[in-house]
């Protein structure tokens, strides 16, 4: 059974937007703090950014900081990763993750994952 998928990646210019989905099952999403990381080839899997149980608290990595924007929509069991501005370094594997927390930026709090999606930018 799936509980999270994403969707939404692909190859864009830099300067250049791209919106990400994950859809969650109910069960995993309700109550839960949801988050975006992201991993580089050679690289560490690394926040992006995270969003409270309720939208009420939201948080960015200073990399992203006024060019990403993260939401959810609880009638549809939905998070969003709206990406403008994009930097060739913004190229990665993300990845959307429930946490049983009601809102964390620490990867260790997040315990279930999506299989990613691929953002590639291109100078």
């Known amino acids: 059974q799936v509980q999270l998928a994403e969707s939404g990646g692909g190859l864009v210019q830099a300067g250049g937007s791209l919106r990400l989905s994950c859809a969650v099952s109910?069960?995993?999403?309700?109550?839960?703090?949801m988050g975006w990381f992201r991993r580089a080839p050679g690289n560490e899997r690394e926040f992006v950014a995270a969003i409270a149980w309720n939208g009420a608290m939201t948080s960015y990595a200073d990399s992203v900081k006024g060019r990403f924007t993260i939401s959810r929509d609880d009638a549809r069991n939905m998070v969003f990763l709206q990406m403008n501005s994009l930097k060739p370094e913004d190229t990665a594997v993300y990845s959307c993750?429930?946490?049983?927390?009601?809102?964390?930026?620490?990867?260790?709090?997040?315990?279930?994952w999506g299989q990613g999606t691929q953002v590639t930018v291109s100078s």
């Open positions: 993750a429930a946490s049983p927390r009601p809102f964390s930026t620490d990867i260790k709090a997040y315990d279930t």
């Open positions: 109910e069960y995993t999403f309700r109550g839960s703090g």
